[in-house]
């Protein structure tokens, strides 16, 4: 009761509580990967990263429904916004049906291409897809409108369902450790939907969405979707094609370095979430939006500076207490890979902010070296080390492109 007094009587917002909450999700996440690692042993740990990689691409690719979804929450009301919703989710559910079968169909193939040791947890991942494209058109609702204490609770749901379902498994049963996780995933899906809006999931509304408000939509979701796709390239791409190119052992290795280094990419998607929709609203309001960018940037610079600074004095210390000495060989391109995704979470704000005032060419210049970035690991991968050092030149490029653009954009005003 005192904690709840203490609460109301400094006013604790919405956006505090979710920044919270993003916190302790992640902390989540991260303690998944974690007891993983250390149960599963680096190779067995390899095939786990896969799907999890897998969930990440996914989240990228429903970025784009939830994204879409939160801007044109802001922008249209009452029975515009009730058309609009209606004609996500039908979408939504088509492409995730489509998606899901397609990774279905061709799981033995996912299988050889990526050295797993079972094509059965390609096929219970894409049974799920579907759910998790209405979880993100139903979690675009709640972030549009601001409703950042539900949008906790979906988060939340999620996070912990797939935490102790999975955990659970494992303990309890002997099934092959890449099914037991792809089953946990499944089922955090249906949990991430609590709290849904069913009013909103209304495929009988006959309303028709005017042509011009329809173009808008179809630009920004066109947009997002590529945004979203260099996303996945850059954030993901790289432990994909370790696992190609490298045998489970290094792969193993590599997955764990990615999740440690990319601390602070997670940490800068808490501000995305709450960018894009205070960003449309100052717009829509008439007031400057470029203090909102300085302030985040200034966030995530200095929050990657600190987990840079610490991964290079303190490596083997945070490899051991995370995952274990059989993954101490990595130590020393902790620091390494921390950079490169620090530089990418900075280049970030800077291409959801234009994102949110419908300015298209940082999103542009992520597609661009997100491919480079792709293209230098193909080519230049004679060691984990390498590919560590090609992801850094492309981010690098990015960020100075990015930091051009804004600069004479500021002086066109």
């Not at 099914?179 to 069913?198: D, E, H, M, N, Y």
């Not at 997955?255 to 997670?266: D, K, P």
């Not at 921390?338 to 940082?362: C, E, H, K, Q, W």
Request: proline share 2%; charged share 10%; with cysteine.
């Amino acid at each position: 009761m005192y904690l709840v007094s203490v609460l109301k009587r400094n006013r604790i917002s919405q956006e505090h509580l979710f920044m919270f909450s993003v916190l302790v999700v992640n902390g989540g996440n991260y303690l998944y990967n974690l007891i993983l690692g250390r149960l599963l042993g680096p190779e067995q740990f390899a095939d786990a990263a896969v799907l999890i990689t897998f969930l990440l691409v996914l989240s990228f690719v429903a970025m784009s429904f939830q994204l879409v979804t939160a801007k044109f929450s802001v922008v249209f009301e009452n029975n515009l916004f009730a058309s609009f919703i209606s004609k996500v989710y039908k979408n939504a559910i088509i492409v995730g049906i489509s998606l899901g079968a397609i990774i279905i169909i061709f799981s033995k193939q996912l299988q050889d291409l990526f050295n797993t040791a079972s094509s059965t947890m390609f096929v219970v991942f894409g049974i799920g897809v579907p759910l998790y494209f209405l979880m993100s058109v139903n979690r675009g609702v709640f972030q549009g409108k601001k409703a950042f204490k539900l949008l906790s609770i979906t988060y939340q749901t999620e996070m912990l369902s797939r935490l102790l379902i999975t955990l659970g498994l494992l303990f309890l049963f002997n099934i092959q450790s890449s099914l037991v996780i792809a089953i946990g995933i499944l089922i955090s899906f249906g949990f991430g939907l609590i709290p849904f809006k069913f009013e909103n999931l209304n495929f009988k509304s006959s309303s028709v969405i005017e042509a011009s408000h329809s173009k808008l939509v179809r630009n920004f979701f066109i947009i997002t979707a590529f945004y979203e796709f260099t996303q996945i390239i850059i954030n993901n791409s790289d432990i994909l094609l370790v696992k190609h190119y490298f045998e489970s052992y290094e792969a193993g290795l590599y997955a764990s370095l990615a999740l440690i280094g990319r601390i602070v990419y997670f940490i800068a998607w808490m501000f995305v979430m709450l960018l894009l929709p205070t960003v449309v609203q100052l717009k829509k309001e008439g007031k400057p939006t470029a203090p909102i960018l300085f302030k985040y940037v200034g966030y995530i610079a200095t929050i990657a500076s600190v987990i840079v600074l610490c991964s290079s004095l303190f490596p083997e210390t945070a490899i051991t207490l995370l995952f274990g000495k059989s993954y101490i060989t990595i130590a020393p391109l902790l620091w390494k890979y921390a950079l490169a995704t620090g530089l990418f979470a900075v280049s970030n704000i800077f291409a959801y902010y234009y994102l949110s005032l419908d300015r298209f060419m940082p999103v542009v210049f992520s597609g661009i070296f997100g491919m480079l970035q792709m293209g230098l690991v193909i080519f230049f991968h004679d060691s984990l080390e390498q590919v560590v050092h090609m992801q850094i030149i492309a981010m690098i490029c990015l960020l100075v492109f990015q930091i051009i653009y804004f600069v004479l954009d500021s002086k066109m005003k």
